[in-house]
């Protein structure tokens, strides 16, 4: 009884942690390259942009699947 519950914490827990680390490391790579290129830095800022929220959407599609999962026992 609950280990669904369990299951579904952990599960949209450790997406918002795969989440936060890849942001992390997008905005990283992304003020670095500016930094080597000023040129570029407006580029780089939209694609960066469209790919935060491309994580994003995965992150929310792992947090609605697990509360799926969850509803259903």
Known sequence: MGH????AGLA??????G???????LAAAALEGGARQPSMAGDL???AIITAGLIEGAVLF????ANALAGKA
């Open 62 to 65: 792992a947090f609605v699947v």
């Open 4 to 7: 669904e519950y369990i299951g």
């Open 12 to 17: 949209i827990g450790l997406a918002a942690l």
């Open 19 to 25: 989440g936060g680390l890849g942001i992390g490391r």
């Open 45 to 47: 800022r939209i694609t």
